[in-house]
């Protein structure tokens, strides 16, 4: 059974740090690109960071280039997201992605509020 659990979030004050993890199992998790993506209330769901299965290359959106690093540990089946200099349009709900080719499996996410 395939799963991917997040967790991490919760309420932080503006210029804070959170760090997400997603925690794999049920695939073999060092074939899969995974990404962070992250949907705020009214919006569209976006990438927020991708790295690739051996960790070697990493992408981010723009508004997150750094500030945020995603990481992986292939040896305990889990993918990190480091968030600092948190701000209020940071908000919303990020969720754990896993790709291979046309596979995808998602989290149920997690939420970030960053509110003072």
Request: hydrophobic share 30%.
């Amino acid at each position: 059974q395939v799963q991917l659990v997040e967790s991490g979030g919760g309420l932080v004050q503006p210029g804070g740090s959170l760090r997400l993890s997603c925690a794999a199992s049920g695939f073999t998790f060092s074939s899969y690109t995974m990404s962070w993506y992250r949907q705020a209330p009214g919006k569209e769901r976006e990438l927020v960071a991708a790295v690739t299965s051996t960790g070697g290359t990493t992408t981010y959106a723009d508004s997150m280039k750094g500030r945020f690093t995603i990481s992986r540990d292939n040896a305990r089946y889990t993918v990190y997201l480091q968030m600092n200099s948190l701000k209020p349009d940071d908000t919303a709900v990020y969720y754990c992605h896993a790709r291979w080719g046309s596979t995808i499996y998602w989290g149920q996410g997690t939420q970030v509020t960053v509110s003072s």
